[in-house]
């Protein structure tokens, strides 16, 4: 079974930064890649960032390329969003995706999101 567990969010005032972690487990977690999404209030989920199996290919929101950094360790079966320069706009709940298929069909998998609040 799929587990996300994402952590790290919090208040954090305009121009901070936060790191965001998602444990995986259930899963062989270096064979796919992994996003991260956000929702803000009142609005649908959007893409955020997204990492091949490997890491070595990364893309990014167009509303937070050269803020935000994702990363894995596959030893840790861990992803992370680095998030710097942070603006009020970044307010959202975050939340750890994953599509995975055993052989049959894909299955997407959320964890329970972490509130990043950002404010002064």
């Known amino acids: 079974q799929v587990q996300l567990v994402e952590s790290g969010g919090g208040l954090v005032q305009p121009g901070g930064s936060l790191r965001l972690s998602c444990a995986a487990s259930?899963?062989?977690?270096?064979?796919?890649?992994m996003s991260w999404y956000r929702q803000a209030p009142g609005k649908e989920r959007k893409l955020v960032a997204t990492?091949?199996?490997?890491?070595?290919?990364?893309n990014y929101a167009d509303s937070v390329k050269g803020r935000f950094t994702i990363s894995r360790d596959n030893g840790e079966n861990t992803v992370y969003l680095q998030m710097n320069s942070l603006k009020p706009e970044d307010t959202a709940v975050y939340y750890c995706?994953?599509?995975?298929?055993?052989?049959?069909?894909?299955?997407?998998?959320w964890g329970q999101g972490t509130q990043v609040t950002v404010s002064s």
């Open positions: 995706n994953v599509d995975v298929s055993t052989g049959g069909p894909w299955v997407t998998s």
């Open positions: 990492i091949t199996s490997a890491g070595g290919n990364t």
């Open positions: 259930g899963f062989t977690f270096s064979r796919y890649a």
